[in-house]
């Protein structure tokens, strides 16, 4: 089983050297001439005001929250996926149970506005 | 694959290490994430390859995004030191060595060398793990759906200021 | 697994195969980008790239070599490992998902079997998927090690939208595998030798290619990089070569996208195989990259095409939208399939 895996070994090992040697060549290679409007961050030309990292907008997290949990879904629904054929009606019904309890929660984010950005 | 597997549990450690001792938080996310993924590595090296790929899709491509999604939020810094408690110190790394001893031992007992070998499923594809989850283990299936459920009203409820 | 004596040789045959993939892959990426300039050219009305080499043929060779050697500028206060990582991230992540491809059916000549894949996983299409969820870090990284409210805002919106379609772009296929009862890409593909899917899966296949366009952060979802209000969005600080890696991640995805458009909904090599035994062998091969060559114009007549999606209606297209219909057709297709077994 391992064998096949083999490959994407010596893949990722192989793109992992092109990349980092690229990267390295390029910036080895190209011209140096720093000066400190250079090095500012890019803020349409005017020097910059503030803290670039300042704090955002909590749906940002909601999302991401919401995100796993519906992946973990997703997650299940590949091996079911894989079987099905094999499970027939008795799978269906599992399936329709465990989406339908899933969707009782979708209706609730819906409903308390988590799923709109602008509230 | 004994190389390999050393490879990658030595790597595992090493990044388990760096998130301890980071102080910056995302230094210690990205170490997590090596971790997660030399574990799934470790998971196909044992012959389990539907669990590989699912711990690297659910654990380093969802849950470490949502870490790493609250550190851009939070602008969080290098963490400073806290006050040192001198109880912490002088206590801290004998209880340490103790509990590791302890797990040492536990493993020793519990899985003598001999019997250290792949102990995985003959066949742990999606295929095997499908049949298993669906046929042998519907209740915990249909269980996990009520998990999922009481996380998400969870989710909104920690997120949303008004309901 | 092989034995330890042609282990060398086995390294080698997997490495020669590396090889010529990525040769490929890169290839077909620098001429995505002129086919790109010159499509959209053409849509308004221009000429597009034509002064270097016939048709502007060199430009893409022209753009690597000034890039190449173009000042790479460090600004200062970012997180100098954070910001070195994110390209090398993005770029070898895109760049590793080709490795499950099939590209055409298995030959065997003069008893030597010869695929057109690196490699055939039980787990492909997953692995796939695996390697499209890391990609977020390379766009999060990006944003947060730069420095920059742009970057930071860029950033933090372009993964809340990859994480957001990558629901609906698991969700679109698993029609697909129901049918196939497989995730290898290589039996889903010798599943559709009767019919391919997208006649049985149509919205399934809407949805898919919906959320992989979102997912590569392309145009009508292009919010990322909104040049009008975020300059450059994550890559705003990057320069030189750093910021090509992006570029160059962004249309290695495109053709990983449409070659699994094509594989899971489009019959992959499927076609009609006539002719001497090379062309026989060879065929298969043409038709699974005309096929994706279609589907790299679709994505090209699209940007010319389309306007730009506002953020909240981008959030509110893939949640409210694409994923109940998505569960939806996942339903259907299991009780379709209940209904004809019985």
Redesign the interface.
């Known amino acids: 089983m391992f064998g096949s895996y083999l490959p994407i070994l010596v893949h990722f090992v192989v793109v992992v050297v092109v990349a980092g040697a690229i990267m390295g060549l390029s910036a080895w290679v190209g011209v140096k001439r720093p000066s400190r409007e250079k090095l500012s961050p890019y803020e349409c030309g005017i020097t910059p005001v503030g803290d670039a990292r300042g704090r955002f907008s909590i749906s940002f997290y909601l999302v991401g929250m919401l995100f796993i949990l519906f992946d973990v879904e997703i997650a299940f629904l590949f091996p079911w996926a894989v079987v099905y054929r094999s499970l027939g009606w008795f799978g269906f019904i599992e399936m329709f149970l465990y989406i339908v309890i899933l969707l009782a929660g979708y209706l609730y984010i819906w409903k308390k506005g988590a799923l709109d950005w602008t509230r | 694959?004994a190389p390999l597997f050393y490879i990658f549990a030595v790597l595992a450690i090493l990044a388990a290490l760096s998130v301890v001792l980071q102080r910056?938080p995302?230094?210690s996310a990205?170490s997590l994430?090596v971790v997660l993924c030399s574990l799934a590595v470790v998971y196909?090296?044992l012959?389990a390859?539907?669990l590989a790929?699912?711990q690297?899709?659910?654990y380093?491509?969802?849950?470490m995004?949502?870490f790493?999604?609250?550190?851009?939020?939070?602008?969080a810094r290098q963490e400073t030191p806290s006050d040192r408690s001198r109880l912490a110190r002088w206590l801290g790394a004998p209880l340490l060595l103790v509990f590791l001893g302890e797990l040492l031992f536990a493993v020793w007992e519990r899985f003598p060398a001999a019997t250290t070998r792949a102990a995985a499923l003959p066949d742990a594809?999606?295929?095997a793990?499908?049949?298993l989850?669906?046929?042998s283990y519907?209740l915990p299936?249909?269980v996990?759906?009520?998990l999922?459920?009481v996380?998400?009203?969870g989710?909104?409820v920690?997120?949303?200021k008004r309901? | 697994m092989a034995t330890g004596s042609n282990m060398p040789l086995l390294l080698l045959a997997i490495l020669a195969k590396v090889g010529v993939v990525l040769l490929v892959l890169l290839t077909t990426i620098a001429y995505a980008v002129w086919l790109e300039r010159k499509v959209v050219a053409r849509i308004q009305s221009r000429w597009g790239p034509y002064l270097v080499g016939p048709h502007g043929l060199l430009q893409p060779v022209a753009d690597a070599l000034k890039i190449f050697f173009k000042e790479d500028i460090v600004p200062t206060e970012v997180d100098r490992v954070v910001y070195c990582l994110a390209p090398f991230l993005a770029f070898s992540l895109a760049l590793l998902s080709i490795s499950v491809i099939p590209f055409g059916e298995s030959v065997t000549i003069g008893g030597a079997t010869i695929h057109f894949q690196i490699t055939d996983l039980n787990v492909g299409l997953l692995f796939v998927f695996a390697v499209t969820s890391l990609g977020v870090y390379g766009v999060a990284l990006a944003g947060w090690s730069s420095n920059s409210k742009y970057s930071l805002l860029g950033g933090l919106r372009s993964s809340a939208q990859m994480i957001s379609y990558e629901l609906s772009l698991g969700l679109g296929v698993v029609g697909v595998v129901m049918l196939a009862g497989s995730l290898s890409l290589r039996e889903i593909v010798e599943h559709q030798s009767g019919l391919w899917n997208v006649f049985v899966q149509p919205v399934g296949f809407l949805i898919y290619f919906t959320a992989a366009v979102a997912e590569t952060n392309r145009v009508p979802f292009d919010l990322p990089e909104g040049e009008s209000e975020l300059v450059g969005g994550f890559h705003t600080e990057y320069s030189s070569f750093k910021f090509a890696m992006f570029f160059m991640a962004e249309y290695a995805n495109i053709v990983t996208v449409s070659c699994l458009a094509t594989l899971l909904f489009f019959g992959g090599w499927l076609g009609p195989v006539f002719g001497p035994p090379l062309l026989r062998a060879l065929l298969p091969v043409f038709w699974f990259c005309l096929k994706v060559f279609c589907f790299l114009f679709l994505y090209i007549w699209i940007r010319g095409t389309l306007p730009r999606f506002r953020y909240d209606q981008l959030m509110a297209f893939g949640w409210k939208f694409l994923l109940p219909l998505g569960l939806l057709n996942v339903l259907v297709t299991s009780l379709v399939l209940a209904w004809r077994s019985t």
């Open positions: 694959m910056t995302v230094y990205l994430i196909l090296l012959g390859e539907f790929v699912i690297v899709i659910i380093a491509g969802a849950i995004v949502l790493v999604l609250v550190i851009m939020l939070l602008n594809g999606p295929r793990v499908g049949a989850l669906f046929r519907v299936f249909e996990t759906s009520i999922i459920l996380a998400v009203l989710a909104v920690l997120a949303k309901l």
